[in-house]
């Protein structure tokens, strides 16, 4: 299979799903079910051939792992004018190398262009499981089934999307197309207070996705404060939505001064911070997921929230390290403060499902504390940096499991018991003692307890915060007290004790059990050999992230030297290079 | 990797194999568990006695050079520090022999740091055994098999019996696994593991919801100081990009000892930093741009004192103590155990492990706190009434007398207690779980009497008590002895004397250590039942332990010896508990104990001589013993009873009220720490709900209001101003059209006009030009 054909069907299978169940007749809701669980495995299985064709040789003689994405983009270029006049053709595509670009609105320099590297392909393989899964928890579904597993695919297929474009307007259009779907399944298959969850959820990123819609045009339209070389040979002159591009012009020319970096910056974390979401753009997600059906809170804690890490990853830092090193101090606080602010309120609960809720605000806080833990190379050695931003990464996939897991296991005891108030469970372990062991370990890896995901994460990010600031480090290590404080007590107060009440409620289901298996077995992977996942992530993470955004030329002291300030002189001088 | 590393491998992992094979066939394997969980710790039982063996077989000198000569060694080493390097100058330290490998678990941040340096910054795991960590090894396989053998006979009847024995699994793999590992990143790992097998031990019996708190309490107390280790494994880390202990202890310090402090300045002003040396060579280490490898020195003592934080947290010293009484709550051979012999040594095995590290401001302060610890630990020991209380409390004590003993810079000495004290306290709780098993009770006002039924846990308890007490010739006698030497020798010796409370606390502690030692051996034993007299309700613990048919009204009426498997690990201790600590010629017992000899082999500084120090030390230990257990016969011996207990403590009623609430720490803890957290939290909920929930909801609200506002305006003002307009047009119209009279004289007349006028504006215009 090609990889224009492999990438494409990422994102089409599930959305040709969507249609497709609109044509199976609503008597047969059974059907309906089987038909989209097929095509989610489908996808999973098609996420896997991606991760092989990522680790295996291509017909070029690449390894896609082995190479950057810059250097895998590069060899798909478009040939003929660049900038904004219209371009068309394409040569030197090089196959199997998981880029696929192909012109879309040639006036505007819009491309249809996808692409995977160890940081999309991470999150992608990620979302296919989740998927998955949650499309086998939706089985217990009884309200609509058609219109529920239509928008579902339909939400699936915006998330791969979202994950495989490199086109920041692509990007962009998948990210509202999801929307749309996910307003439907809460405001329709939620909770008693659905209708105000699901409109909140839908003006809150609607309103941060404007910052990172203006961000995108701000970089497209800039006029440049200098005119810099780009890769040595042609001359960057913006208009491009080419989100590797403008990354390299960003690192590598003087085109994007210090300023528009930091506006640029801003508007991306504003943007993304609202999806993570963090402090105090969370409010959303715990009215959300309270509300949501169990495995639209799956996918919510699961995927979605990776797309606000993903875009601080992909985007905030890599489109303006000159602006993220100059907020950092104030956005690694506001990621520790987050970490406490999470977990105190996760403290206070006593909704199970809005205690799992804040558990995610809690632990999004190490993503952006692991992201900006940022030091300029020369003046520290970076690759404590790349321990924060790779635990940042392994954080999203560790939240991604446990997450969906616990919020998998607070749907299993409300279909059960008909309750999520800790006050009122009580004594479940002696009633379910699979359910209980499972919810063990997935909590616990939750906690960060070692040998189990979360753990490295956690201690990636803290000890990368050492070598940036040990005091706000210190803060975050502290949080692991209130987490354990939560976790132990929710657990205490859910499994341990004696319960009369809720004596001869049934264990896990065959179903149920086949969904917790791949939860747990990579919970304990991920924990005891997290190379498993580092040892492919990490090259992309080091080339896309961390050399570019530490050794970005407005930063670095040769790169200054050579950026003289440019509006103040008449005639734009010629950098260094 | 050499065999020796591969067998302490197997080792580690013959647990986990055996926790794996439980966990997951724990319904079809049911009672076969305990086999299982038996078997793979007798094997590594097995592995690390031949390793042992192996160790001290290959290692060269290790009873001719003892500390106190301070003489030349020889040893042959394997492994990274690897070969002799004889310095005729100046006496060195050898290398003693370590038996290490290690594999990169991460890698990351490859080719970011310089061209030089491709290679990414790696956190290995490995495993590194030197002297300290191949008797670790056999004491803790050795203390665990037979609590292995002896658990099968005290929980058999309990219906979680599989799960019991698939915990006891998991906690041996980890705690193996930390007395293995050859850095500290993976101790912290191990560390934590531990913690959470000890929490499920805990609360095993999680019906109750006394245990599930005890359980959670231990957690998170344990938690807090895995803050500080935390902390300082990010700042040694950051300092130099590594975790292992060997290369760190070689490279802090150099031959002699001591670290190598040099003065700095930065912007003016000056501070000390301390210098890596190169171990070969006694230089200091120094990268590749000639930068020297350094820390400075209060950020070398605050590491210190955040790895010693969690220490403190796993070891139960003051102020994090307060967990371990609470973790009495578990099954006693958990207690055995976890709560006595190992785990809660780890803290006290990473302080010696580790000791280079400690600079001499954070030594002191581990030796101060073993001092608190030591002493009111033993003061609040003296007052408790439920004699496995009291076996926990004087484990708390003796774990500050190891921290005190290292402090004070007897490392041989704080490690060699640890070790005694591992075999003595393992026999006491066992045998109090004998006494248990058969009396349903732990309080020590309604038994008394049962030396007639039960004379041989009676009598091991009693070798125990000995030895705990420091009477000679008993174990706990010489590691007593060391520690008091080391703090005589650092506070008279060295001329420390304004820290003499270094020496009076060990002192005193350990006269209360004997009198309540005896106290709880003749409350138990000795006598006649108390019993029928008291009356007294005990707590009946509901754990399938109440179906002997006992009469619960008087326990000690139907006390009968345990049975051959609660009774063969007795014995088995026993003997370590008497002998361990005793020196190659055992008449004179003034020699040097085998055991320090064997652990002073492998000390990462050049330990002190430390000359009459131990003179004097035995003469204050042997008054401190006898005055110790005099008091205790006196007052608590029926039929040599001069005193009356009760009297005392009616007479001091402050004071012992002071002691029967533990000093006030939990109630302190409660107000300063739980309960404003709790509060916070609820506080930020509060917020989170009302104030920030709030500004969303209010914009949203304003936003709505705001459109309303729009509509309205958008009605009146702007279809209004269209509106206006219209009619103004249809106004203007109107009047227009009065102008259209169809009169065609009119329309001339306005055309004569019109022209007469343009006429003159176009000439007043052209003649303005001319």
Redesign the interface.
């Given at each position: 299979m090609s990889d224009d054909l492999l990438l494409s069907l990422l994102w089409s299978v599930p959305m040709a799903g969507s249609l497709l169940v609109l044509l199976i007749p609503k008597q047969f809701p059974g059907v309906i079910k089987w038909f989209s669980l097929v095509v989610t495995i489908l996808l999973f299985g098609l996420t896997l051939v991606a991760f092989t064709k990522f680790l295996s040789e291509s017909p070029s003689g690449d390894v896609p792992a082995a190479s950057s994405l810059r250097d895998r983009a590069a060899a798909n270029t478009l040939t003929g004018p660049v900038g904004d006049a219209v371009t068309v053709g394409e040569t030197g595509k090089a196959v199997g190398d998981l880029v696929v670009r192909h012109p879309w609105i040639p006036y505007f320099n819009i491309q249809y262009y996808l692409g995977l590297d160890g940081i999309s392909l991470s999150l992608v393989l990620l979302s296919g499981l989740v998927c998955m899964l949650s499309c086998l928890a939706s089985f217990s579904i009884e309200k609509n089934v058609k219109g529920y597993f239509s928008l579902y695919l339909l939400l699936t297929s915006s998330m791969m999307g979202v994950f495989l474009a490199l086109d920041m307007f692509l990007f962009y259009v998948f990210f509202e197309v999801m929307l749309l779907p996910m307003y439907f399944l809460i405001a329709i298959w939620g909770g008693e207070n659905r209708e105000y969850a699901a409109i909140?959820f839908l003006?809150?990123t609607l309103f941060g996705s404007v910052f990172i819609l203006v961000a995108i045009l701000i970089l497209f339209f800039w006029p440049g404060d200098s005119v810099g070389s780009f890769g040595g040979a042609a001359t960057w002159t913006a208009h491009s939505f080419d989100s590797i591009a403008v990354a390299q012009a960003v690192s590598e020319t003087g085109y994007y001064g210090r300023f528009i970096q930091q506006v640029v910056f801003l508007l991306f974390l504003t943007g993304f911070l609202v999806k993570l979401p963090s402090?105090?753009f969370?409010?959303?997600l715990p009215d959300a997921h309270v509300q949501a059906p169990t495995p639209i809170s799956m996918i919510l804690a699961g995927v979605l929230l990776k797309i606000g890490g993903y875009g601080l990853v992909r985007f905030a830092w890599p489109m303006a390290p000159a602006g993220a090193y100059d907020f950092s101090y104030y956005v690694a606080a506001l990621g520790v403060f987050s970490i406490l602010?999470g977990a105190?309120?996760a403290?206070?609960?006593t909704d199970f499902k809005k205690l799992v809720a804040y558990s995610s605000v809690s632990h999004m806080g190490y993503v952006t504390l692991g992201m900006a833990v940022m030091v300029i190379?020369g003046e520290s050695?970076?690759?404590?940096?790349?321990?924060g931003v790779?635990g940042a990464m392994f954080m999203m996939i560790a939240h991604g499991i446990t997450s969906t897991g616990m919020f998998f296991l607070v749907g299993v005891i409300y279909d059960r018991a008909h309750t999520r108030d800790l006050n009122k469970l009580g004594?479940l372990?002696?009633v379910m003692p699979i359910y209980g062991a499972v919810s063990f370990l997935i909590f616990?890896g939750s906690m960060g307890?070692?040998?189990l995901c979360g753990?490295?994460a956690e201690?990636f990010v803290?000890?990368a915060?050492?070598?940036y600031n040990?005091t706000l480090?210190?803060l975050a290590?502290?949080a692991?007290?209130?987490t354990?404080?939560y976790v132990?007590?929710t657990l205490?107060r859910v499994?341990?004790?004696?319960s009369e009440e809720h004596k001869g409620l049934p264990d896990l289901t065959t179903r149920e059990i086949i969904i917790s298996i791949p939860l747990v077995v990579l919970t304990i992977l991920l924990g005891v050999y997290?190379?498993v996942l580092?040892d492919w992530m990490?090259?992309s993470i080091?080339e896309g992230v961390?050399?570019p955004v530490?050794t970005a030329r407005a930063l670095t002291a040769a790169g200054k030297a050579a950026l003289t300030p440019i509006k103040t002189t008449a005639i734009a001088p010629q950098t260094a290079r | 990797m050499s065999w020796q590393v591969g067998l302490y491998v197997a080792a580690v992992f013959l647990p986990l194999v055996a926790f794996t094979v439980q966990i997951l066939g724990i319904k079809f394997l049911g009672r076969l568990n305990a086999y299982i969980a038996t078997g793979a710790i007798a094997g590594s039982f097995l592995l690390s006695l031949v390793g042992f063996l192996a160790y001290f077989g290959s290692a060269e000198g290790v009873f001719d050079h003892h500390a106190r000569g301070g003489g030349e060694a020889h040893a042959s080493a394997e492994g990274e520090h690897g070969g002799e390097h004889a310095s005729p100058t100046k006496p060195h330290k050898a290398e003693p022999l370590l038996w290490t490998a290690s594999v990169d678990w991460v890698t990351l941040g490859q080719g970011l740091k310089d061209v030089r340096h491709p290679e990414g910054l790696a956190i290995p795991v490995g495993v590194a055994i030197d002297s300290l960590a191949a008797i670790m090894f056999l004491m803790v396989t050795f203390i665990a098999t037979l609590i292995h053998i002896y658990s099968m006979g005290y929980m058999h009847d309990d219906p979680r019996y599989p799960r019991f024995f698939a915990y006891l699994s998991l906690f041996c793999f980890s705690m193996l696994g930390l007395v293995a590992s050859s850095s500290v990143f993976m101790i912290f790992m191990f560390w934590e593991l531990v913690g959470v097998c000890s929490y499920f031990l805990i609360g095993f019996w999680y019906e109750d919801k006394k245990n599930c708190d005890a359980a959670n309490k231990a957690f998170i107390t344990n938690r807090i100081g895995d803050v500080g280790m935390l902390m300082g494994l990010g700042l040694l880390w950051s300092a130099f990009g590594t975790f292992d202990i060997h290369e760190l202890n070689s490279t802090l310090r150099d031959r002699a000892g001591k670290l190598n402090v040099v003065t700095a300045s930065k912007d003016a002003q000056a501070y000390d930093v301390v210098r890596l040396l190169d171990p070969e060579t006694d230089t200091p280490l120094v990268d590749d741009s000639g930068r020297p490898s350094q820390i400075p020195y209060w950020v070398l003592t605050i590491a210190g004192l955040g790895i010693f934080a969690g220490c403190a947290g796993k070891s139960a010293q003051f102020p994090l103590h307060v967990w371990l009484p609470d973790a009495m709550a578990g099954p006693t051979p958990v207690s055995a155990l976890i709560h006595a012999a190992t785990m809660v040594a780890a803290g006290v095995y990473l302080v010696g492990r580790f000791f280079p590290l400690f600079t001499e401001p954070a030594l002191l302060y581990i030796a101060y706190t073993g001092g608190i610890t030591l002493f009111v630990a033993a003061t609040i020991a003296v007052v408790q009434s439920d004699y496995k209380k009291v076996l926990a409390y004087s484990t708390v004590s003796q774990l500050g007398f190891m921290m005190l003993g290292l402090g004070v810079g007897g490392w041989a000495a704080g490690l060699f207690h640890l070790i005694t004290h591992a075999f003595f306290k393992a026999l006491l709780f066992l045998g109090a779980g004998s006494v248990y098993h058969s009396v349903h009770t732990y309080e020590m006002p309604v038994l008394g009497g049962l030396f007639p039924k039960m004379k041989w846990t009676a009598l091991t308890m009693l070798a125990a008590t000995m030895a705990i007490s420091g009477v000679p010739l008993f174990s706990g006698f010489y590691s007593k002895d060391a520690i008091l030497a080391s703090s005589i020798h650092f506070v008279f010796h060295e001329g420390n004397y304004q820290h003499i409370l270094l020496f009076v606390l060990p002192a005193v502690g350990a006269a209360i250590t004997a009198f309540y030692m005896f106290r709880m051996w003749f409350l138990v034993f000795a006598g006649e039942s108390r019993s029928q007299q008291a009356g007294h309700g005990h707590d009946t613990h509901s754990h399938g332990h109440d179906d002997h048919g006992h009469d619960h009204g008087d326990p000690v009426a139907h006390a009968h010896e345990s049975g051959p498997m609660m009774l063969w690990p007795l014995f088995a201790l026993a003997v370590p508990a008497i002998a361990i600590g005793w020196p190659m010629f055992i008449l004179p017992f003034f020699g040097e104990p085998i055991l320090e000899m064997m652990l002073a082999y492998g000390a990462p500084i050049p330990l002190a001589d430390l000359g009459s120090a131990h003179n004097w030390a035995m003469l204050a230990s042997l008054i401190i013993a006898t005055s110790g257990i005099g008091l205790a016969v006196l007052y608590y011996l029926p039929g040599y009873k001069r005193f009356e207990a009760a009297k005392v403590a009616h007479r001091f009623a402050g004071i012992n009220s002071f002691l029967q609430h533990k000093w006030y720490f939990d109630e302190l803890y409660w107000a300063v720490l739980v309960r404003p957290t709790l509060a916070l939290a609820r506080g930020v909920s509060r917020f989170d709900k009302s104030i920030v929930d709030g500004v969303v909801n209010t914009v949203a609200g304003l936003t709505v209001v705001l459109s309303k506002f729009e509509g309205f305006f958008d009605r009146f003002a702007v279809d209004g101003l269209v509106n206006l307009t219209a009619k103004i047009i249809y106004v203007l119209g109107d009047w227009g059209r009065g102008i259209q009279t169809g009169k065609v004289r009119n329309y001339l007349m306005v055309l004569a006009c019109t022209v007469l006028l343009l006429f003159s504006v176009v000439f007043a215009w052209v003649g303005r030009g001319t």
């Amino acid at each position: 299979m090609s990889d224009d054909l492999l990438l494409s069907l990422l994102w089409s299978v599930p959305m040709a799903g969507s249609l497709l169940v609109l044509l199976i007749p609503k008597q047969f809701p059974g059907v309906i079910k089987w038909f989209s669980l097929v095509v989610t495995i489908l996808l999973f299985g098609l996420t896997l051939v991606a991760f092989t064709k990522f680790l295996s040789e291509s017909p070029s003689g690449d390894v896609p792992a082995a190479s950057s994405l810059r250097d895998r983009a590069a060899a798909n270029t478009l040939t003929g004018p660049v900038g904004d006049a219209v371009t068309v053709g394409e040569t030197g595509k090089a196959v199997g190398d998981l880029v696929v670009r192909h012109p879309w609105i040639p006036y505007f320099n819009i491309q249809y262009y996808l692409g995977l590297d160890g940081i999309s392909l991470s999150l992608v393989l990620l979302s296919g499981l989740v998927c998955m899964l949650s499309c086998l928890a939706s089985f217990s579904i009884e309200k609509n089934v058609k219109g529920y597993f239509s928008l579902y695919l339909l939400l699936t297929s915006s998330m791969m999307g979202v994950f495989l474009a490199l086109d920041m307007f692509l990007f962009y259009v998948f990210f509202e197309v999801m929307l749309l779907p996910m307003y439907f399944l809460i405001a329709i298959w939620g909770g008693e207070n659905r209708e105000y969850a699901a409109i909140k959820f839908l003006l809150y990123t609607l309103f941060g996705s404007v910052f990172i819609l203006v961000a995108i045009l701000i970089l497209f339209f800039w006029p440049g404060d200098s005119v810099g070389s780009f890769g040595g040979a042609a001359t960057w002159t913006a208009h491009s939505f080419d989100s590797i591009a403008v990354a390299q012009a960003v690192s590598e020319t003087g085109y994007y001064g210090r300023f528009i970096q930091q506006v640029v910056f801003l508007l991306f974390l504003t943007g993304f911070l609202v999806k993570l979401p963090s402090f105090p753009f969370h409010t959303w997600l715990p009215d959300a997921h309270v509300q949501a059906p169990t495995p639209i809170s799956m996918i919510l804690a699961g995927v979605l929230l990776k797309i606000g890490g993903y875009g601080l990853v992909r985007f905030a830092w890599p489109m303006a390290p000159a602006g993220a090193y100059d907020f950092s101090y104030y956005v690694a606080a506001l990621g520790v403060f987050s970490i406490l602010y999470g977990a105190l309120a996760a403290m206070a609960q006593t909704d199970f499902k809005k205690l799992v809720a804040y558990s995610s605000v809690s632990h999004m806080g190490y993503v952006t504390l692991g992201m900006a833990v940022m030091v300029i190379a020369g003046e520290s050695d970076p690759r404590y940096y790349a321990y924060g931003v790779n635990g940042a990464m392994f954080m999203m996939i560790a939240h991604g499991i446990t997450s969906t897991g616990m919020f998998f296991l607070v749907g299993v005891i409300y279909d059960r018991a008909h309750t999520r108030d800790l006050n009122k469970l009580g004594g479940l372990w002696n009633v379910m003692p699979i359910y209980g062991a499972v919810s063990f370990l997935i909590f616990f890896g939750s906690m960060g307890l070692p040998g189990l995901c979360g753990f490295v994460a956690e201690v990636f990010v803290i000890l990368a915060a050492f070598n940036y600031n040990p005091t706000l480090a210190v803060l975050a290590a502290a949080a692991v007290i209130l987490t354990a404080g939560y976790v132990l007590w929710t657990l205490q107060r859910v499994f341990l004790g004696r319960s009369e009440e809720h004596k001869g409620l049934p264990d896990l289901t065959t179903r149920e059990i086949i969904i917790s298996i791949p939860l747990v077995v990579l919970t304990i992977l991920l924990g005891v050999y997290p190379s498993v996942l580092l040892d492919w992530m990490n090259p992309s993470i080091i080339e896309g992230v961390v050399r570019p955004v530490t050794t970005a030329r407005a930063l670095t002291a040769a790169g200054k030297a050579a950026l003289t300030p440019i509006k103040t002189t008449a005639i734009a001088p010629q950098t260094a290079r | 990797m050499s065999w020796q590393v591969g067998l302490y491998v197997a080792a580690v992992f013959l647990p986990l194999v055996a926790f794996t094979v439980q966990i997951l066939g724990i319904k079809f394997l049911g009672r076969l568990n305990a086999y299982i969980a038996t078997g793979a710790i007798a094997g590594s039982f097995l592995l690390s006695l031949v390793g042992f063996l192996a160790y001290f077989g290959s290692a060269e000198g290790v009873f001719d050079h003892h500390a106190r000569g301070g003489g030349e060694a020889h040893a042959s080493a394997e492994g990274e520090h690897g070969g002799e390097h004889a310095s005729p100058t100046k006496p060195h330290k050898a290398e003693p022999l370590l038996w290490t490998a290690s594999v990169d678990w991460v890698t990351l941040g490859q080719g970011l740091k310089d061209v030089r340096h491709p290679e990414g910054l790696a956190i290995p795991v490995g495993v590194a055994i030197d002297s300290l960590a191949a008797i670790m090894f056999l004491m803790v396989t050795f203390i665990a098999t037979l609590i292995h053998i002896y658990s099968m006979g005290y929980m058999h009847d309990d219906p979680r019996y599989p799960r019991f024995f698939a915990y006891l699994s998991l906690f041996c793999f980890s705690m193996l696994g930390l007395v293995a590992s050859s850095s500290v990143f993976m101790i912290f790992m191990f560390w934590e593991l531990v913690g959470v097998c000890s929490y499920f031990l805990i609360g095993f019996w999680y019906e109750d919801k006394k245990n599930c708190d005890a359980a959670n309490k231990a957690f998170i107390t344990n938690r807090i100081g895995d803050v500080g280790m935390l902390m300082g494994l990010g700042l040694l880390w950051s300092a130099f990009g590594t975790f292992d202990i060997h290369e760190l202890n070689s490279t802090l310090r150099d031959r002699a000892g001591k670290l190598n402090v040099v003065t700095a300045s930065k912007d003016a002003q000056a501070y000390d930093v301390v210098r890596l040396l190169d171990p070969e060579t006694d230089t200091p280490l120094v990268d590749d741009s000639g930068r020297p490898s350094q820390i400075p020195y209060w950020v070398l003592t605050i590491a210190g004192l955040g790895i010693f934080a969690g220490c403190a947290g796993k070891s139960a010293q003051f102020p994090l103590h307060v967990w371990l009484p609470d973790a009495m709550a578990g099954p006693t051979p958990v207690s055995a155990l976890i709560h006595a012999a190992t785990m809660v040594a780890a803290g006290v095995y990473l302080v010696g492990r580790f000791f280079p590290l400690f600079t001499e401001p954070a030594l002191l302060y581990i030796a101060y706190t073993g001092g608190i610890t030591l002493f009111v630990a033993a003061t609040i020991a003296v007052v408790q009434s439920d004699y496995k209380k009291v076996l926990a409390y004087s484990t708390v004590s003796q774990l500050g007398f190891m921290m005190l003993g290292l402090g004070v810079g007897g490392w041989a000495a704080g490690l060699f207690h640890l070790i005694t004290h591992a075999f003595f306290k393992a026999l006491l709780f066992l045998g109090a779980g004998s006494v248990y098993h058969s009396v349903h009770t732990y309080e020590m006002p309604v038994l008394g009497g049962l030396f007639p039924k039960m004379k041989w846990t009676a009598l091991t308890m009693l070798a125990a008590t000995m030895a705990i007490s420091g009477v000679p010739l008993f174990s706990g006698f010489y590691s007593k002895d060391a520690i008091l030497a080391s703090s005589i020798h650092f506070v008279f010796h060295e001329g420390n004397y304004q820290h003499i409370l270094l020496f009076v606390l060990p002192a005193v502690g350990a006269a209360i250590t004997a009198f309540y030692m005896f106290r709880m051996w003749f409350l138990v034993f000795a006598g006649e039942s108390r019993s029928q007299q008291a009356g007294h309700g005990h707590d009946t613990h509901s754990h399938g332990h109440d179906d002997h048919g006992h009469d619960h009204g008087d326990p000690v009426a139907h006390a009968h010896e345990s049975g051959p498997m609660m009774l063969w690990p007795l014995f088995a201790l026993a003997v370590p508990a008497i002998a361990i600590g005793w020196p190659m010629f055992i008449l004179p017992f003034f020699g040097e104990p085998i055991l320090e000899m064997m652990l002073a082999y492998g000390a990462p500084i050049p330990l002190a001589d430390l000359g009459s120090a131990h003179n004097w030390a035995m003469l204050a230990s042997l008054i401190i013993a006898t005055s110790g257990i005099g008091l205790a016969v006196l007052y608590y011996l029926p039929g040599y009873k001069r005193f009356e207990a009760a009297k005392v403590a009616h007479r001091f009623a402050g004071i012992n009220s002071f002691l029967q609430h533990k000093w006030y720490f939990d109630e302190l803890y409660w107000a300063v720490l739980v309960r404003p957290t709790l509060a916070l939290a609820r506080g930020v909920s509060r917020f989170d709900k009302s104030i920030v929930d709030g500004v969303v909801n209010t914009v949203a609200g304003l936003t709505v209001v705001l459109s309303k506002f729009e509509g309205f305006f958008d009605r009146f003002a702007v279809d209004g101003l269209v509106n206006l307009t219209a009619k103004i047009i249809y106004v203007l119209g109107d009047w227009g059209r009065g102008i259209q009279t169809g009169k065609v004289r009119n329309y001339l007349m306005v055309l004569a006009c019109t022209v007469l006028l343009l006429f003159s504006v176009v000439f007043a215009w052209v003649g303005r030009g001319t």
